[in-house]
């Protein structure tokens, strides 16, 4: 039940890394390793992590504080009772294009965002590899790169939780104010922009649409470009596979908005922005007792994004399926916390 996340950073401090984590899913930051170089790319292998209980789905992200275009692409080998996996890489984000690795071997599945693990492993070794002509300057920034592992087992839905709740003023922005080509497909940068505009460094969703776009697969919403654009705003972030809503509870607690990846069909969301979707970002905002303050970027204008939903299911229809949110926040950064360049 539970989800780890392991982070190794460079140019944060781990403090204010730890600080940015729901207290379920911290394990103890590490102090990146330098890059090498290894033909164009510069890449950085991490040691090797153990979660809690065996994981069977693997959330990577890269965040870097470097206003510097660079394309990266996360390789992942995972250890089951059958040895260590072959590497397999994910998606890569941005350019240039790096040399061809298998997408599955050995019960270990890439799935664009995310890594799927069957069975169950008690290890993994992550790889970031790095190219494109600003590949120096993101290592000389703080960065991080984080996995969320997670052990597939669902948790029985929280109860309405104690206390006064929380109440977070983010900016409120409607995807489909944008252009009619592409209102319905960006929810993900819409939703990016209202937390950077809450984080105070607000940016247009139609530019920040067209820094996130993934050509290859044609899509706005791959989470890890999200993570990487915020951080070309000075904003840290990572993915994390909420293991329960508690978890989510204290990041708005701690002024840290979630948002939140959900689908739903018709009649699961009780009032919705959208009747039914296969896959959808929106910013949760808050929480009074059983309901949750969400900013739900697919409204048709602005005054309608604040919605309330019900806790009961928003759970369902967000930690009972994807279960993934962005968390993005600004920590402190510490020149003695850096890893040294290749």
């Known amino acids: 039940m539970p989800t780890d996340l392991f982070i190794a950073a460079s140019g944060w401090p781990p403090d204010a890394l730890t600080a940015a984590v729901p207290p379920s899913c911290r394990r103890d930051v590490e102090r990146a390793p330098s890059p090498r170089r290894e033909g164009d790319a510069l890449v950085v292998e991490l040691p090797e992590w153990r979660p809690r209980r065996p994981a069977r789905h693997l959330v990577p992200s890269f965040s870097a504080a470097s206003p510097g275009e660079a394309g990266f692409r996360f390789e992942l080998s995972v250890r089951t009772v059958a040895g260590w996996s072959p590497w397999v890489a994910g998606a890569p984000i941005g350019p240039p294009p790096f040399a061809p690795l298998a997408t599955r071997a050995d019960g270990i599945a890439a799935e664009i965002d995310e890594f799927s693990v069957t069975p169950a492993a008690d290890a993994m070794r992550v790889r970031l590899r790095v190219g494109g002509a600003a590949r120096h300057a993101l290592f000389d920034a703080p960065w991080l790169v984080a996995l969320s592992a997670w052990d597939g087992e669902p948790r029985e839905r929280a109860a309405t ?182």
Request: glycine share 12%; net charge neutral; proline share 8%.
């Open 161 to 342: 939780p104690a206390g006064a709740g929380a109440r977070l003023a983010v900016p409120r922005l409607s995807q489909m104010a944008e252009a009619e080509a592409i209102r319905m497909r960006i929810c993900s940068p819409a939703s990016v922009a209202m937390v950077l505009g809450y984080l105070g460094h607000p940016v247009e969703v139609a530019a920040l649409a067209h820094e996130i776009f993934h050509p290859g697969l044609d899509r706005y919403g791959v989470w890890p470009a999200a993570v990487l654009a915020a951080g070309r705003r000075g904003v840290a972030g990572y993915l994390l596979r909420f293991p329960d809503w508690e978890a989510a509870a204290w990041c708005l607690d701690h002024g840290m908005p979630v948002i939140a990846s959900v689908r739903y069909r018709a009649g699961e969301l009780t009032g919705a922005a959208i009747p039914e979707t296969t896959g959808h970002l929106l910013v949760l905002t808050g929480w009074e007792g059983g309901e949750v303050l969400v900013n739900d970027p697919a409204a048709a204008h602005a005054g309608e994004v604040g919605r309330r939903y019900r806790l009961d299911e928003l759970q369902q229809v967000w930690l009972g399926r994807a279960g993934v949110g962005y968390v993005l926040f600004t920590p402190s950064t510490s020149p003695t916390d850096r890893s040294p360049r290749p």
